[in-house]
């Protein structure tokens, strides 16, 4: 019997076909597509024909099908629907995955294929997207360290296995660490509480299965009750719980592996002939070297502290009027901000809810594409890996374009955070492929399902992500959708975030979820108004997270990186009522995974552009104008990483922005 994940999909827009693939499928269909993938490769290094693009790096390019059908649908439920069998067989993939790609990139006759065209490059007569595609093969071969010989590759092979383990290890403590931590709650513990904060605890109450409403460790769920919540011990007893995941000691704790793998991506940097990890890392970015990125967030922490300073004086006054001496602590800001909040903006997030349906704001950022770019968006009826994903049929005059799935809503077997992946890229080669194209976010359930303002700019920034995938319009996959450097991939998401504070989009799609009216105009402009309130904080926690991670990196790795970070924190003047966003034990971008290694920063790089980006349509037409739609699509959400990114942003605006509009735009400095 063919293995359903192997097989032909006959499924609509062969997608994967969920309802027929077991647990029990995944292992002897990753060693069969792996065997088939080394097959594939084999022939490719062996082949005595001399190296010709299209028998090498083509060949390269179309290598693989099996492992990526098998890859893209194991990741995708590992990380938002998992389970003991799919932790364990996480667990058991990432060496042999490591150990896979690995035995390609040290493959030393194949390598030397690759290095034979790079040397003759300018004989070959390629096209522009051609000799893109084979500078990064190159590139990613010497980066890869297909150029050691001898103990030092060896060596290399053994640091990229363990650094796999390390990831899945760290990934799945903190998993455990929130799902199994919760906090009862008594009917007077739910006193002071809106509607929607306690309707979501007694709900998370049941699906674990509690007697009575409970808090969990699910950001939908702890920060509307850290906000919300009078009762200030159970605050601090949720946010400590909260602060320490991957801290708690045991076989969770994840400290020793952040030491583990800072130290041997440091030997990889200098196996490489790199002085530091960030240098390495750093190479292939925007950004180029440490010092860059490092100026940029000091340009933003100064004024950034400056306004957080000022605001923990105002809300350690309003806590001293409630009688409660002693220092504004981390518990206290999100309660305070929100009471601020209130009597500024007289702006109450209960009240403002139910005017942000999540299906109002699915359609809101359904509708701005399709006044961007032409698309639209038809619900599929197909069976998907969990109940609660959607999906849509994607087009444009008629012609299809994508799928795309949403999975909104969290749960106890769901990462944290929120992602875009593509479950299948967009290529023209080997063969015409749309792309599959999934977001998967965590918001609370609910009937409906209500979002505080920062969830449906988190479903708009996703979106963003999204768009670029679905855009794409390029021949290779390597290159194709979000195949761009770190510090530009998160430009897009964040642009996308700008419509939703349209005020003619709201106007449309914020409807009570009651009545249906439209949010009332004096709403409107108090949301508007109230857009970078608490921007301070909120910059202070991202900023001080960046500069960890830079640190981390940036020279020697520290033995004890928990003594690292309170280091650098002490260095910049965090202040004491303001954690990191990501403190180490939980920093999954850095130490999931090597994507945002050294490159947390590319938020903030992004946003630089992104602000400067959406004032190139607000001096045109207008948010909607479709001369800067069309640029922005053919010169970023189309391209992928056909071209520099440099290049692609310059293409677009004409000029590279400075830092002063992302000041403006988080209300940093006087517009």
């Given at each position: 019997?063919?293995?359903?994940?192997?097989?032909?999909?006959?499924?609509?827009?062969?997608?994967?076909?969920?309802?027929?693939?077991?647990?029990?499928?995944?292992?002897?269909?990753?060693?069969?597509?792996?065997?088939?993938?080394?097959?594939?490769?084999?022939?490719?290094?062996?082949?005595?024909?001399?190296?010709?693009?299209?028998?090498?790096?083509?060949?390269?390019?179309?290598?693989?099908?099996?492992?990526?059908?098998?890859?893209?649908?194991?990741?995708?439920?590992?990380?938002?629907?998992?389970?003991?069998?799919?932790?364990?067989?996480?667990?058991?993939?990432?060496?042999?995955?490591?150990?896979?790609?690995?035995?390609?990139?040290?493959?030393?006759?194949?390598?030397?294929?690759?290095?034979?065209?790079?040397?003759?490059?300018?004989?070959?007569?390629?096209?522009?997207?051609?000799?893109?595609?084979?500078?990064?093969?190159?590139?990613?071969?010497?980066?890869?360290?297909?150029?050691?010989?001898?103990?030092?590759?060896?060596?290399?092979?053994?640091?990229?296995?363990?650094l796999a383990t390390l990831g899945t290890s760290f990934t799945q403590n903190l998993l455990a660490d929130e799902r199994d931590w919760y906090m009862d709650l008594s009917e007077d513990d739910l006193q002071g509480l809106p509607d929607f904060v306690t309707d979501t605890a007694r709900a998370a109450g049941q699906e674990k299965g509690a007697e009575a409403a409970i808090v969990t460790l699910s950001r939908s769920l702890i920060v509307p009750?850290?906000?919300?919540?009078?009762?200030?011990?159970?605050?601090?007893?949720?946010?400590?719980?909260?602060?320490?995941?991957?801290?708690?000691?045991?076989?969770?704790?994840?400290?020793?592996?952040?030491?583990?793998?800072?130290?041997?991506?440091?030997?990889?940097?200098?196996?490489?002939?790199?002085?530091?990890?960030?240098?390495?890392?750093?190479?292939?970015?925007?950004?180029?070297?440490?010092?860059?990125?490092?100026?940029?967030?000091?340009?933003?922490?100064?004024?950034?502290?400056?306004?957080?300073?000022?605001?923990?004086?105002?809300?350690?006054?309003?806590?001293?009027?409630?009688?409660?001496?002693?220092?504004?602590?981390?518990?206290?800001?999100?309660?305070?901000?929100?009471k601020r909040r209130k009597a500024e903006h007289d702006l109450d997030e209960a009240v403002l809810k139910p005017y942000l349906q999540l299906d109002r704001m699915i359609e809101a950022s359904f509708a701005c594409a399709n006044r961007l770019f032409g698309l639209e968006f038809a619900p599929l009826d197909v069976a998907l890996y969990h109940p609660d994903c959607r999906a849509w049929e994607v087009t444009r005059k008629g012609r299809h374009?994508?799928?795309?799935?949403?999975?909104?809503?969290?749960?106890?077997?769901?990462?944290?955070?929120?992602?875009?992946?593509?479950?299948?890229?967009?290529?023209?080669?080997?063969?015409?492929?749309?792309?599959?194209?999934?977001?998967?976010?965590?918001?609370?359930?609910?009937?409906?399902?209500?979002?505080?303002?920062?969830?449906?700019?988190?479903?708009?920034?996703?979106?963003?992500?999204?768009?670029?995938?679905?855009?794409?319009?390029?021949?290779?996959?390597?290159?194709?959708?979000?195949?761009?450097?770190?510090?530009?991939?998160?430009?897009?998401?964040?642009?996308?975030?700008?419509?939703?504070?349209?005020?003619?989009?709201?106007?449309?799609?914020?409807?009570?979820?009651?009545?249906?009216?439209?949010?009332?105009?004096?709403?409107?402009?108090?949301?508007?108004?109230?857009?970078?309130?608490?921007?301070?904080?909120?910059?202070?926690?991202?900023?001080?997270?960046?500069?960890?991670?830079?640190?981390?990196?940036?020279?020697?790795?520290?033995?004890?990186?928990?003594?690292?970070?309170?280091?650098?924190?002490?260095?910049?003047?965090?202040?004491?009522?303001?954690?990191?966003?990501?403190?180490?034990?939980?920093?999954?971008?850095?130490?999931?995974?090597?994507?945002?290694?050294?490159?947390?920063?590319?938020?903030?790089?992004?946003?630089?552009?992104?602000?400067?980006?959406?004032?190139?349509?607000?001096?045109?037409?207008?948010?909607?104008?479709?001369?800067?739609?069309?640029?922005?699509?053919?010169?970023?959400?189309?391209?992928?990483?056909?071209?520099?990114?440099?290049?692609?942003?310059?293409?677009?605006?004409?000029?590279?922005?400075?830092?002063?509009?992302?000041?403006?735009?988080?209300?940093?400095?006087?517009?």
């Amino acid at each position: 019997m063919t293995n359903p994940i192997l097989s032909d999909w006959t499924t609509p827009f062969e997608i994967a076909p969920f309802a027929d693939i077991s647990d029990d499928d995944f292992a002897p269909a990753l060693d069969q597509a792996m065997q088939a993938h080394n097959t594939q490769i084999h022939a490719i290094a062996k082949n005595p024909q001399l190296s010709t693009f299209a028998n090498t790096v083509e060949a390269l390019e179309a290598a693989g099908e099996q492992l990526d059908k098998v890859l893209s649908v194991f990741f995708t439920i590992a990380g938002a629907d998992s389970n003991a069998k799919r932790e364990e067989l996480q667990r058991a993939f990432s060496p042999k995955l490591s150990a896979h790609f690995s035995g390609i990139s040290s493959n030393k006759a194949l390598f030397q294929r690759v290095a034979d065209l790079w040397d003759h490059r300018d004989e070959l007569d390629l096209s522009d997207e051609q000799a893109r595609v084979l500078m990064l093969t190159h590139r990613s071969f010497v980066r890869a360290g297909a150029a050691l010989q001898g103990d030092d590759d060896a060596r290399m092979q053994d640091i990229k296995s363990r650094l796999a383990t390390l990831g899945t290890s760290f990934t799945q403590n903190l998993l455990a660490d929130e799902r199994d931590w919760y906090m009862d709650l008594s009917e007077d513990d739910l006193q002071g509480l809106p509607d929607f904060v306690t309707d979501t605890a007694r709900a998370a109450g049941q699906e674990k299965g509690a007697e009575a409403a409970i808090v969990t460790l699910s950001r939908s769920l702890i920060v509307p009750f850290l906000q919300f919540s009078p009762r200030r011990d159970l605050r601090e007893k949720a946010y400590r719980a909260w602060a320490a995941r991957g801290a708690n000691g045991g076989e969770t704790d994840n400290r020793a592996i952040a030491a583990e793998i800072l130290a041997l991506r440091q030997e990889r940097a200098k196996l490489l002939g790199y002085g530091s990890f960030a240098e390495y890392k750093l190479e292939t970015e925007m950004a180029r070297s440490p010092d860059r990125v490092r100026d940029l967030l000091m340009q933003v922490w100064e004024p950034a502290k400056s306004r957080a300073d000022a605001d923990a004086g105002l809300l350690t006054q309003m806590m001293q009027d409630d009688g409660i001496n002693g220092p504004l602590e981390a518990w206290d800001w999100r309660y305070y901000a929100e009471k601020r909040r209130k009597a500024e903006h007289d702006l109450d997030e209960a009240v403002l809810k139910p005017y942000l349906q999540l299906d109002r704001m699915i359609e809101a950022s359904f509708a701005c594409a399709n006044r961007l770019f032409g698309l639209e968006f038809a619900p599929l009826d197909v069976a998907l890996y969990h109940p609660d994903c959607r999906a849509w049929e994607v087009t444009r005059k008629g012609r299809h374009v994508a799928v795309f799935i949403g999975d909104y809503f969290a749960r106890g077997s769901k990462r944290s955070g929120a992602w875009c992946s593509a479950m299948r890229a967009q290529a023209k080669f080997p063969k015409v492929q749309t792309p599959v194209v999934i977001n998967v976010c965590n918001f609370a359930k609910g009937d409906p399902a209500l979002l505080s303002y920062d969830d449906a700019r988190t479903l708009f920034h996703e979106f963003g992500h999204a768009l670029h995938q679905m855009l794409s319009n390029v021949t290779y996959e390597s290159i194709s959708g979000t195949s761009v450097a770190r510090d530009f991939v998160e430009l897009p998401s964040q642009l996308y975030e700008h419509w939703l504070e349209v005020p003619e989009v709201l106007a449309e799609f914020a409807t009570h979820a009651e009545t249906g009216e439209p949010m009332p105009q004096e709403m409107l402009e108090k949301v508007l108004q109230a857009a970078n309130f608490d921007q301070g904080f909120q910059t202070v926690e991202y900023v001080a997270s960046a500069l960890v991670d830079l640190a981390f990196h940036d020279g020697d790795a520290p033995a004890d990186p928990m003594a690292k970070q309170a280091e650098v924190l002490a260095e910049i003047g965090m202040p004491q009522a303001i954690s990191m966003r990501h403190a180490t034990p939980h920093f999954a971008h850095v130490f999931a995974g090597d994507g945002y290694s050294s490159g947390y920063y590319s938020y903030m790089w992004s946003e630089v552009m992104d602000a400067d980006a959406f004032a190139a349509f607000e001096e045109a037409g207008g948010a909607f104008d479709p001369e800067r739609a069309k640029a922005l699509e053919e010169n970023i959400l189309s391209t992928g990483g056909s071209r520099e990114a440099e290049d692609l942003y310059l293409a677009f605006r004409g000029r590279l922005p400075g830092v002063e509009a992302l000041l403006k735009g988080r209300g940093l400095v006087a517009a």
